[in-house]
């Protein structure tokens, strides 16, 4: 075979060598690629009600995949520090047959047909909630592969896991990412226990004579008025008295009361003989069209 032969040889199987994986990090530069030929579904169909969720579990990070950071067609990614607290909205994807067995980022195998993803940030490996925010499905899946590199797009799903979320026919769908604590998933919370209640034996007196409440009597040291206008002049306090008179009787009054500056007419209604009935009467003053009316307390002449 002539020397140029061997070099296009060498470099076709360089080249295959590349593709074989669905994310193949490039050393010295962090640089992840994916092909971008056709995908799709497995030929065979699959009972995914009979697969699990993935099950968060405290995992050392990945020596593959997570560099600080690595370029794809050109743009530079930066892999998180943490995934705590990560929370994101946006257009998930997914991916099947094209690289199904393949190596992803993490170093796994890629199984179309377990409960994981690709992400492009997000430190591998990372546990997450997946939601459907159009019909409100949820999943677990592992993040253990870098992508998707399709502009728009926030989260690459295993075939399964998309079709749990029921975006296999549309390829794409609306999603919230949310990752998961696993020290704390799965934990119940507990609850206090139960304290057993007490029953009182009821008093002899109360078994034999209920109480019944008392009416509050105005104390001996105070007045009770319900005070319904002040005037300056005597005319409008007596028109008000007039106008009144027919629904609140004769115990409407009116009262001079002189100030170091003035001198007013004051309608009110009293004395009252007891705090209830004052309530009661600035009540239904108010409800009559008097809100500003007001209970008066003064002391016994």
């Not at 509050?216 to 409008?236: C, K, M, Y």
């Not at 008000?240 to 008179?245: D, F, G, S, T």
């Amino acid at each position: 075979m002539s020397q140029p032969i061997k070099t296009c040889a060498a470099l076709l199987i360089f080249a295959l060598a590349l593709t074989a994986c669905s994310s193949s990090p490039k050393k010295g530069n962090g640089t992840f690629k994916r092909p971008t030929a056709s995908d799709g579904a497995p030929n065979r169909s699959v009972d995914i009600a009979s697969i699990p969720n993935a099950v968060p579990k405290r995992e050392p990070r990945s020596k593959y995949g997570n560099p600080k950071s690595y370029v794809v067609f050109g743009k530079r990614y930066h892999v998180l520090n943490s995934n705590k607290g990560f929370v994101q909205r946006g257009v998930a994807s997914w991916y099947g047959t094209k690289f199904h067995g393949k190596r992803t980022s993490s170093g796994e195998p890629y199984n179309m047909f377990a409960m994981t993803a690709a992400h492009k940030t997000l430190p591998l490996p990372t546990y997450v909630e997946v939601t459907n925010l159009d019909n409100g499905r949820k999943v677990i899946v592992k993040v253990n592969d870098r992508g998707p590199f399709v502009a728009g797009r926030i989260i690459d799903l295993s075939h399964t896991a998309a079709k749990k979320l029921n975006i296999i026919g549309s390829g794409t769908g609306r999603v919230e990412i949310r990752a998961i604590a696993p020290g704390r998933y799965g934990k119940s919370v507990k609850k206090p226990p139960l304290q057993k209640k007490v029953q009182k034996k009821p008093s002899r007196v109360s078994a034999s004579r209920p109480k019944t409440p008392k009416a509050s009597v105005t104390p001996a040291n105070e007045r009770l008025f319900v005070q319904i206008g002040a005037f300056n002049n005597s005319h409008n306090a007596e028109n008000m008295q007039k106008n009144l008179y027919q629904r609140l009787g004769p115990r409407l009054r009116i009262d001079a009361h002189y100030s170091e500056t003035e001198k007013l007419y004051r309608v009110r209604i009293g004395p009252i003989s007891s705090r209830d009935d004052a309530d009661r009467v600035h009540t239904k003053l108010k409800r009559i069209g008097f809100p500003s009316s007001r209970i008066i307390s003064e002391p016994p002449r």
